[in-house]
C-alpha cells in the first residue's frame, strides 16, 4: 500500500514540475468581426495618435458575405479611417491598386498620421515570442514605418518601401524577439502601422507571422505544489528510514 501512495505521489510531484505548454496565436483564425476586444479577450483592433500613446479601440466593423460565407472583414476607425482588413478566404484578391493574400491580415494608418494597431493581450503569464514580417500591398508604393511594442513601449522598428506587383506584395521587414519577453496576464503586444512620415495615401501594409507563448525550462511551482512537494520529500525520508530501521532488526536477528 505504502509502494502505491509512494508512486502516486512521485506522479503528481512531477506533474508539479512540469513546464507549461507552448501555444501559437494566430490573429488571421482568431478574427473577430463582431466584439472588440475578441471574444476571447486575445485581440483588439484600433489605433492611437502616436506611437506607443493611448489605445483608442475602433467602433465599427465590417463583413462582406458570397453564398453565406466571409469574404472579408474590417475594422475601422470612424474618426481617422485607420483599419484593420482581413481576407480570410483561400483566394487572392487584387484590384484597385491594392493587393490580399490569401488568409492574410493588411493595415492602414489613418488620415491625421494616426497608427493602426492590432493588440495581443496576453492571457497568463510566462514568456512570450513574437515574429512578424511586413509587406507593401499597394501598387503605387507603400511608405510606412512599423513597430512592434511590448505594453506601449517599441522594442522593435523598421520601415516598408515597396510595392505590390503582378500577384506579389512587395518586400518589409520581418521583426523578431532576441530573447523571450516576461509577460504579466493581461500584459500587451501591439503591432503598429505609421505612415512613415510621408502622409497616410497608398499605405495599404500586409503583416504576417505569430505571437507565441513558450514552454520554460524552470517553472516555479505555486503553493498548492510547494505543499505537494514537501509532503513527498517528508513520504520519501520516512520511507527510507522504515527501511534502515527494518534492516537493523534483521541484522540483530542474525
Known amino acids: 500500500m505504502f509502494r ?6 512521485l506522479g503528481l510531484i512531477a506533474l508539479a ?6 501555444a501559437q496565436y494566430d490573429w488571421v483564425a482568431g478574427i473577430d468581426y463582431l466584439h472588440n476586444p475578441s471574444v476571447d479577450g486575445l485581440w483588439s483592433y484600433g489605433e492611437t495618435e502616436t506611437l506607443g500613446s493611448e489605445f483608442m479601440p475602433f467602433r465599427r466593423s465590417y463583413a462582406r458575405t458570397r453564398l453565406g460565407e466571409l469574404q472579408a472583414i474590417q475594422w475601422v476607425s470612424h474618426v481617422s479611417a485607420a483599419n484593420i482588413w482581413v481576407n480570410p478566404t483561400d483566394e487572392l484578391l487584387a484590384g484597385g491598386g491594392e493587393g490580399r493574400l490569401p488568409m492574410s491580415m493588411v493595415m492602414h494608418p489613418g488620415s491625421g498620421d494616426q497608427y493602426a494597431v492590432l493588440r495581443f493581450t496576453a492571457p ?6 513574437f515574429n512578424v514580417s511586413f509587406t507593401g500591398n499597394n501598387e503605387t508604393g507603400t511608405t510606412t514605418d512599423v513597430h512592434v511594442l511590448v505594453n506601449d513601449v517599441a522594442v522593435s522598428s523598421g520601415n516598408v518601401n515597396s510595392a505590390w506587383f503582378d500577384t ?12 523571450p519577453i516576461q509577460l504579466a496576464a493581461g500584459d500587451t503586444i501591439d503591432i503598429a502601422v505609421g505612415p512613415g512620415g510621408n502622409g ?5 501594409t500586409g503583416i504576417s507571422g505569430w505571437i507565441a507563448s513558450s514552454a520554460t525550462s524552470a517553472v516555479v511551482p505555486e503553493p ?3 505543499m505537494l512537494i514537501a509532503c513527498g520529500i517528508a ?4 520511507y527510507r528510514r522504515r527501511l534502515r530501521e527494518r534492516a537493523g532488526v534483521h541484522r540483530s536477528a542474525a
Do not use: C, K, R
Open 4 to 9: 502505491f501512495t509512494l508512486i502516486a505521489v
Open 235 to 238: 513520504m520519501l525520508t520516512h
Open 224 to 226: 498548492s505544489s510547494t
Open 168 to 179: 506579389e506584395p512587395g518586400e518589409g521587414p520581418t521583426l523578431a524577439n532576441t530573447e
Open 17 to 22: 514540475q512540469s513546464p507549461a505548454t507552448a
Open 124 to 129: 497568463t503569464a510566462g514568456n512570450y515570442d
Open 200 to 204: 497616410y495615401a497608398y499605405d495599404l
